[in-house]
Nanobody, 123 residues
Framework: HVQLVESGGGSVQPGGSLRLSCTIS????????MAWFRQGPGKEREGVAF????????GYADSVKGRFTISKDNAKKTLYLQMNSLKAEDTAMYYC????????????????WGQGTQVTVSS
């Protein structure tokens, strides 16, 4: 069993930055593949970024490429999402997700989810 707890959300002006964190507890084999998703008001949930166990592969949604960076610290069991040059359309609830699958990408069906952290970008 895996528990995921997100933090770091908040309100920021357009052009600002935030760093989200997701702490992982439980069986780490269940977090071979990890990701950040988001769901904005009136929108479907979308995958934002993915990272595999050995950090040999990262993937990003086109809407965030060049602005967001996913990373992790295995020793601290923490996943991060550095978000720069934030836009109003980045406003959403952001979720951390994990799965034991070794095939990691937008096609992965994630088994474990956090409760989410709200990011609001507004002037």
């Amino acid at each position: 069993h895996v528990q995921l707890v997100e933090s770091g959300g908040g309100s920021v002006q357009p052009g600002g930055s935030l760093r989200l964190s997701c702490t992982i507890s439980g069986n780490t084999i269940s977090s071979n593949c990890m990701a950040w998703f988001r769901q904005g008001p009136g929108k479907e949930r979308e995958g934002v970024a993915f990272i595999d166990k050995l950090d040999s592969r990262r993937g990003y949604a086109d809407s965030v490429k060049g602005r967001f960076t996913i990373s992790k610290d295995n020793a601290k069991k923490t996943l991060y999402l550095q978000m720069n040059s934030l836009k109003a359309e980045d406003t959403a609830m952001y979720y951390c997700a994990a799965d034991r699958s070794t095939s990691c990408g937008s096609w992965t069906k994630f088994s474990y989810w956090g409760q989410g952290t709200q990011v609001t970008v507004s002037s």
